[in-house]
């Protein structure tokens, strides 16, 4: 009942949207980690080993692949890399298609802001 909870469920067909980051997901109760992952675009940056499983379950669901390769692909991120899983221009760029791509993100040092 909480106002972010209804946001998740409502905001989108009111073309709301969201920006939200959890580094954990064990303390959330099963409905409030499906609504988080309704999410239309997501970042998986390398979680804890603690919380490696439970990132790697909603990888899978949203690939439909195998919740072990997630494991092993998340497990093995590098500091400043993380799978971008979500729509993307079609290589003909004509459409959009769902693909989980590996990224690295830029470090702010090596951006040129400043020139």
Same mark, same amino acid.
Not at 6 to 35: C, H, P, V, W
Not at 44 to 61: N, Q, V
Not at 69 to 83: N, Q, T
């Given at each position: 009942?909480?106002? !972010?909870? +209804?946001?998740?469920?409502?905001?989108?067909?009111?073309?709301?949207? !969201?920006? !939200?980051?959890?580094?954990?997901?064990?303390?959330? $109760? $099963?409905?409030?980690?499906?609504?988080?992952?309704?999410?239309?675009?997501?970042? @998986? @940056?390398?979680?804890?080993?603690?919380?490696?499983?439970?990132?790697?379950?909603?990888?899978?669901?949203?690939?439909?692949?195998?919740?072990?390769?997630?494991?092993?692909?998340?497990?093995?991120?590098? $500091?400043?890399?993380?799978?971008?899983?979500? $729509?993307?221009?079609?290589?003909?760029?004509?459409? !959009?298609?769902?693909?989980?791509? +590996?990224?690295?993100?830029?470090?702010?040092?090596?951006?040129? @802001?400043?020139?």
């Amino acid at each position: 009942g909480s106002p !972010l909870s +209804k946001y998740l469920r409502e905001g989108r067909k009111f073309g709301l949207s !969201l920006i !939200l980051a959890t580094q954990t997901m064990s303390n959330m $109760k $099963k409905d409030e980690r499906d609504r988080m992952f309704q999410a239309e675009h997501k970042l @998986f @940056f390398k979680p804890a080993d603690t919380e490696l499983k439970a990132f790697a379950d909603i990888a899978a669901l949203a690939t439909r692949q195998k919740v072990d390769d997630w494991i092993l692909k998340l497990s093995s991120l590098s $500091k400043g890399e993380c799978y971008s899983i979500g $729509k993307t221009l079609s290589p003909d760029g004509e459409r !959009l298609v769902s693909k989980a791509l +590996k990224i690295r993100i830029t470090a702010l040092e090596e951006r040129s @802001f400043n020139e």
